[in-house]
């Protein structure tokens, strides 16, 4: 159990949910695309105000809950730049003018830390109540790992689900955006502008990912304060990190193999805990099975580690020697250097593959990653 001081974890919530509403404000009142220079030291400060935090359990609550928390916090962040990718493909299907993407993004978050702050609380009350869940959790992310695996090098679109043609039909909704506006008056009329299905359709998906999320990180620790907080670090700074990466998204050629290895290990660690502490009646008698070995949280961390910094050297080492391979290992068509300017809205693909229609919209990049509509 962990043991830590009421004053730190209610000081710790109370201090990222003030953040987090300073980085809203900023967003809401100064609507704007983030500068190189900008993004990075944003992101520099979120990255290092997890490490201090790391720091900080380390000295409130010893090695084992630190790096529980380094763990959970790496495999959500890696999670997280993965969602990008899915991010940049809607806002360029949606043709979102990118001075307004910040808003998108911001929003994107919200819901994202809602739905998983629901998911961790109904998580954490059920582990502790039926451990078995753990062959479920761990049979699903290995599930994912294999679909993970197998869609390398696959071509990826996105595609509205079944919620986002519903309110197609059902809203009546304006041509045009105003602004980061969801409501507009057009000749009178009021009308849904196309940022809401925007929202719909991040929101959605967000949904679609907490459910690899949840589970990986209950795989590294079963503290409800550490998955909440490691939540929140991977997500803060994720809008600055859009901007930040841009380009250089689509050179992450295996980010999503590296994915694949990282949840099958989570989901391989999970069944082993299940059955070391088994208690379903038709295993063993509903006995504990002693045998099966407990991987510890030092290894658990080396292998995220290890396995996203080879992912990150093998996909920039792909793109800098073999670009046209690396592009078709993201799934995007290699089309000449100089395609025209007036290229479809929704075309996305290398920078110097296709180039959106308005030069607002969203940064060109490769489709792939993990399919929203899995």
């Known amino acids: 159990m962990l043991d830590l001081p009421v004053w730190f974890e209610i000081g710790s919530f109370v201090f990222l949910g003030l953040l987090l509403l300073a980085d809203l404000l900023i967003v809401t009142r100064r609507p704007h695309v983030p500068s190189m220079k900008e993004s990075s030291l944003w992101v520099v400060f979120y990255v290092s105000l997890a490490l201090i935090f790391g720091l900080a359990m380390l000295a409130f609550a010893g090695g084992q809950a630190a790096g529980e928390f380094y763990a959970g916090w790496l495999t959500e962040y890696s999670l997280s730049v993965d969602n990008l990718f899915v991010f940049v493909i809607i806002m360029a299907r949606f043709s979102v003018p990118r001075k307004y993407q910040q808003e998108v993004l911001m929003v994107g978050i919200i819901i994202a830390l809602v739905l998983r702050g629901i998911f961790i609380l109904a998580g954490a009350a059920l582990i502790e109540r039926f451990i078995w869940l753990f062959y479920i959790f761990g049979a699903f992310l290995i599930y994912t790992a294999i679909k993970l695996a197998k869609q390398q090098g696959e071509e990826e679109e996105y595609e509205e689900n079944v919620l986002i043609r519903r309110m197609r039909k ?205």
Not at 257 to 285: D, R, V, Y
């Open 170 to 374: 059902v809203l009546p909704i304006s041509d045009d955006f105003d602004g980061a506006k969801i409501r507009t008056t057009v000749d009178g009329k009021k009308l849904w502008t196309p940022m809401i299905i925007v929202f719909l359709a991040i929101g959605s998906t967000d949904l679609l990912f907490a459910l690899d999320s949840i589970p990986a990180i209950f795989g590294l620790t079963r503290e409800a304060f550490i998955v909440f907080t490691a939540n929140i670090f991977a997500l803060m700074g994720l809008r600055q990190l859009y901007f930040l990466l841009g380009g250089l998204l689509e050179r992450l050629v295996y980010l999503s193999m590296g994915l694949s290895i990282i949840l099958g290990f989570i989901g391989i660690k999970l069944i082993l805990e299940a059955i070391h502490e088994n208690s379903l009646p038709f295993i063993n008698g509903g006995e504990p099975i002693a045998w099966a070995p407990t991987i510890p949280i030092w290894l658990s961390l080396s292998v995220i580690i290890g396995v996203m910094a080879l992912a990150v050297v093998a996909s920039l080492y792909k793109a800098r020697n073999d670009p046209e391979a690396a592009a078709q290992l993201r799934g995007a068509d290699v089309a000449p250097k100089d395609v025209a300017l007036d290229e479809p809205a929704d075309l996305i693909g290398p920078p110097e593959a296709t180039i959106t229609a308005d030069p607002e919209s969203g940064p060109p990049s490769s489709e792939g990653g993990r399919n929203p509509d899995r």
